[in-house]
């Protein structure tokens, strides 16, 4: 770890906790990575991911002087608190008081966004979306969101957010999603939203189903969204059914969203959006004709280049810009 460590960042998703630190510049020198309980509550995980920034702190003695702390946060963000809102994968947040606890531990100014509008950020300055004025990130993962940056700044048009792709609804028959919606993007786009399509078209389209690998005498309860991704890739036709309705309920989302904000570069990220280059191209091409005809050439969809560190560094990034 070299001397120049003036930024710490943080990021609580689905499936992960992560605390990293940046050098003056914004960029991530080195980062810890901790494994999310499913079962975790808010207040477990805050504490797991402060005691992975002091072991870090430790081994870099030479890091001292922090400037500003930067937490991304997996779920909507009360801007004009600076705290945590709500979380639709690990409840108890709102009593955890984040901005408060991280500066009087780390004795430095402590910004909260949402982990999406960070990835959107982190791709803009770093990743994909460099050289672009406006970058729109989405993140297909345990859930799906959106993050949109003009100009190399997160674009904040509302108190609790802005850029939830993920809770368009594209099917009003579709799906619930747990939001309280019904067919929205993350009920048939993310992980177990992919999962959950892919038990539902078993049970409409039966005989495909049963020509499928993926056929089991027991129902298709307890299919992954990896199975479902494996089979596609193999060539089975159910599973590329599930793949093209999942990128069609997506694509309606983004063809609105590039109709509405025009963004010169799209990004695709999350564990499941980065799973195969495949589904970029499905996505694509299943895009094209939603986006109006005279924007058709205006935009580019991408993969993440910054992939699994993108939220952290983009909680550093925001941090720099805090104090700049």
Not at 175 to 189: D, I, L, M
Not at 273 to 281: F, M
Not at 295 to 319: C, H, K, M, N, W
């Amino acid at each position: 770890m070299s001397g120049d460590a003036a930024f710490l960042a943080f990021e609580t998703g689905g499936t992960k906790l992560v605390a990293g630190l940046a050098g003056s510049d914004g960029n991530l020198r080195t980062t810890t990575s901790i494994r999310r309980d499913p079962s975790d509550r808010a207040a477990h995980s805050f504490a797991r991911i402060l005691a992975a920034a002091d072991q870090m702190l430790s081994e870099s003695p030479q890091a001292t002087g922090l400037r500003a702390i930067g937490f991304g946060f997996g779920g909507t963000v009360r801007r004009s608190a600076n705290s945590p809102h709500v979380c639709l994968h690990e409840d108890g947040w709102e009593e955890v008081n984040v901005a408060a606890e991280l500066e009087g531990r780390f004795q430095a100014p402590a910004v909260v966004e949402n982990d999406c509008k960070l990835a959107a950020l982190a791709e803009a300055h770093l990743g994909a979306g460099v050289g672009a004025r406006s970058v729109f990130y989405v993140t297909l993962g345990t859930g799906v969101g959106g993050g949109y940056v003009l100009e190399g700044r997160i674009q904040p048009f509302g108190d609790l957010g802005e850029a939830e792709i993920g809770h368009i609804v594209v099917d009003e028959h579709g799906p619930e999603c747990c939001c309280g919606n019904k067919g929205c993007v993350e009920a048939h786009c993310s992980g177990p939203g992919l999962a959950k399509l892919a038990a539902a078209l078993a049970r409409s389209s039966y005989r495909s189903w049963k020509s499928s690998a993926l056929f089991s005498d027991t129902g298709p309860t307890g299919l992954s969204s990896v199975q479902v991704i494996e089979a596609w890739e193999c060539g089975d036709d159910f599973a590329a059914e599930v793949m093209r309705v999942s990128a069609n309920r997506l694509a309606r989302a983004l063809g609105a969203t590039i109709n509405l904000l025009v963004p010169e570069k799209v990004v695709i990220g999350g564990g499941l959006g980065t799973a195969t280059p495949r589904l970029l191209e499905l996505i694509r091409d299943q895009t094209h004709g939603y986006v109006v005809p005279y924007f058709r050439d205006s935009y580019e969809i991408l993969p993440s280049r910054l992939r699994e560190s993108v939220v952290t560094q983009g909680a550093a990034i925001l941090a720099r810009q805090t104090v700049e």
